[in-house]
């Protein structure tokens, strides 16, 4: 276990929203944390390609029960429904963790997440997380899971 003097606990700030959330983030994981933050923004604004320079060639994507087994695979089935959904969505953050441990590093992530899916509106509890990899291009996104769950807690 690390010590309160190699971590770092914040209270940080959404860029998209300027919604205050919990965050306890190693000091060490903060370039990673920009590449999650980076591939999130890049999904929403419909920048695909940005998204699939992020990610690893041989990154997993669990995702509603299904298996994707590397980037191509990833583009050429869910990228393109994943951005759609997103662009016109609001999420906002409730909750990140992430840790840094040489080459490896992990971004866990709760999000409220508020869209329209085949023309109704949806409200869900979502959770993410990513594992990344330190490679020679930088911090690659190696594995991404998401879950959500619809929420019937009545909050925005």
């Known amino acids: ?14 860029v998209s929203g300027g919604f205050a959330y919990a965050a306890d983030i190693d000091a060490n994981a903060a370039a990673p944390v920009a590449v999650v933050d980076a591939f999130g923004k890049a999904l929403a604004s419909g920048d695909t390609a ?6 690893d060639p041989a990154a997993t994507i669990l995702e509603s029960g299904g298996v994707e087994r590397s980037r191509d695979e990833y583009a050429a089935h869910h990228l393109g429904a994943d951005a759609e959904f997103l662009r016109g969505a609001t999420v906002t953050p409730v909750w990140r963790t992430a840790k840094a ?8 992530s709760e999000s409220r997440v508020a869209a329209v899916s085949k023309g109704k509106p949806v409200k869900l509890l979502s959770t993410e997380t990513m594992v990344l990899a330190q490679t020679p291009d930088g911090w690659r ?3 991404i899971h998401w879950s959500s769950r619809p929420d019937k807690t009545g909050e925005k």
């Open 1 to 14: 276990m690390s010590s309160w003097k190699s971590r770092v606990f914040i209270i940080a700030l959404a």
């Open 101 to 108: 441990r040489g080459a490896l590093a992990w971004v866990g």
């Open 141 to 143: 996104i190696v594995h």
């Open 50 to 55: 940005v998204a699939l320079n992020l990610l």
